[in-house]
């Protein structure tokens, strides 16, 4: 597809159960980055890719978070033993490169989120 | 600590009414900022830079360093304004790459 793609789209879970969250980025772009949103409240920065590799884990709540991305392309989101406090939209982004002087820089391109309610 | 902030996490107004949703930002360098915009049921987008110095659907953002401020402002409100509007600051961090950091957002509801 054109734009970036999450899944699953809603996700109800019961509490203790471990969760998968997919992103399929826009085709070539090479920065790759989570960001969770609370009811009510901002968008939480989580993690950051460049390529496979993650620079940034910095917004990684919890060892509970973690986050993998394969062939500079599909990342994956896993939340182990969920919490009620984990329940918000997930949501990816991605952009073509993130160069310090980049005309790029700075337009990211977000999923539609993937809603995750624990139970 | 880079840091955008958004007071308002409502701003409602009439249709014509002007706008102006505030951000304010912490950042010891040099400044890249962004209006990000949410439509209902719409996904996340990037509505404005402030290095374009462009106006989009008529709204404009003006960079002022010395009140670290870059408002976001419209002179007639629309109804299909209502959204949620957030400000972004890119952050470069070592090795050469950029973190977007957002604030908290703020509601417009443009009433008819």
């Known amino acids: 597809g054109a734009g970036v793609s999450q899944s699953p789209s809603n996700k109800v879970t019961e509490k203790g159960k471990d969760v998968e969250l997919r992103c399929d980025p826009i085709?070539?772009?090479?920065?790759l980055y989570w960001y969770r949103q609370r009811l009510g409240q901002g968008l939480e920065f989580l993690i950051y890719f460049q390529g496979n590799s993650a620079p940034d884990k910095s917004g990684l709540p919890s060892d509970r978070f973690s986050a993998e991305r394969t062939g500079e392309s599909v990342s994956t989101l896993t939340i182990q033993r969920t919490q009620q406090e984990d329940s918000a939209v997930y949501l990816c982004a991605s952009s073509f490169r993130q160069g310090a002087y980049s005309s790029n820089t700075g337009e990211l391109f977000f999923g539609e989120g993937s809603r995750l309610t624990v139970l | 600590a880079q840091r955008v902030t958004q007071p308002e996490k409502l701003l409602s107004v009439f249709k014509g009414a002007p706008v102006e949703l505030k951000c304010n930002y912490s950042?010891?360098?040099?400044?890249?900022l962004f209006w990000y915009v949410q439509y209902s049921r719409q996904r996340l987008q990037l509505l404005l830079r402030?290095?374009s110095r462009e106006s989009i659907k008529g709204f404009t953002a003006d960079l002022n360093k010395g009140e670290t401020s870059f408002h976001l402002k419209k002179p007639f409100a629309q109804e299909e304004d209502s959204a949620m509007y957030y400000c972004?600051?890119?952050?470069?961090?070592?090795?050469?790459?950029?973190?977007?950091?957002f604030g908290a957002g703020t509601r417009l509801a443009v009433h008819p």
């Open positions: 402030h290095i």
């Open positions: 972004a600051l890119i952050s470069l961090f070592s090795g050469g790459y950029n973190k977007l950091i």
């Open positions: 950042y010891s360098g040099s400044p890249e």
């Open positions: 085709s070539g772009h090479t920065a």
